[in-house]
């Protein structure tokens, strides 16, 4: 079965540089605080011992004490289903109850495991997914999208980039371009050639800081040259390429 969920970064990171400039629009994010004193939009700490469940939003913003950084593993994930309601969710795993005791032991295998170690894609998407599934009474059991717009977000979430249009879409699920637009901006806010463009700057984002090439992220993310890349980078971050190398 397909996951519902693609992992665009993770790992254990101990004082993460520039950790308070993370601009990723639809990214969800799992946390899990090991040590150290961080906040949450300036006042809200994240406390050692908390997992945190972060809905993808454009104003994530977190912040560390440079004199007691942040030891953290995160997951920075994107998914076509709208993982939960609230802004987060705070989960404290130190406690006797045995869901959380599970969770926990979970969590610091993958702790000490992240610890130092780079992990191919499929070892990284099974922890991922034994997270979500112990996660389960905290997350959306189902879509809370019509069926158009969940339709439309999975075909997003599917499709390579160099195949993605909105066009495209609408084709292969047998609806007028025009209402499809309509539909998915009603739920969405914004229309899904934004929602397209937001999702590849985050990917982008994430890879120039994996170090991957100009050359190979634009022809990831379907474009002809890096001058294509950098001016819809430019046009849609605010900054340079160059800024992230």
Request: hydrophobic residues 35%; charged residues 25%; aromatic residues 16%.
């Amino acid at each position: 079965m397909e996951s519902e969920y693609s992992i665009i970064a993770c790992g254990r990171s101990y004082n993460p540089p520039d950790w308070y400039y993370n601009p990723k629009n639809l990214v969800n994010r799992i946390y899990y605080i090991c040590g150290g004193t961080a906040y949450y939009r300036g006042d809200i700490k994240l406390k050692p011992g908390h997992l945190y469940i972060f809905r993808g939003s454009p104003y994530f913003q977190v912040e560390q004490d440079e004199n007691d950084p942040v030891d953290h593993v995160f997951f920075d994930f994107v998914t076509y289903k709208k993982l939960i309601n609230e802004d987060f969710i705070e989960i404290d795993l130190t406690g006797d109850n045995t869901e959380c005791k599970k969770l926990k032991a979970y969590i610091d295998y993958i702790a000490a495991d992240f610890e130092g170690t780079f992990y191919p894609l499929p070892v990284a998407k099974a922890f991922l997914d034994i997270i979500i599934y112990h996660l389960g009474e905290y997350l959306n059991s189902d879509v809370v999208y019509s069926q158009m717009t969940s339709t439309v977000l999975k075909y997003i979430h599917e499709t390579p980039f160099e195949e993605l249009s909105v066009s495209k879409i609408a084709d292969a699920i047998n609806v007028n371009v025009n209402h499809l637009i309509r539909s998915f901006k009603k739920e969405l806010n914004i229309t899904p050639h934004k929602y397209i463009s937001m999702m590849k700057a985050d990917y982008a984002i994430s890879y120039m800081r994996q170090g991957t090439g100009c050359a190979e992220i634009a022809e990831r993310l379907g474009f002809s040259s890096i001058s294509a890349f950098s001016s819809f980078f430019k046009k849609e971050t605010g900054r340079n390429i160059s800024e992230y190398r």
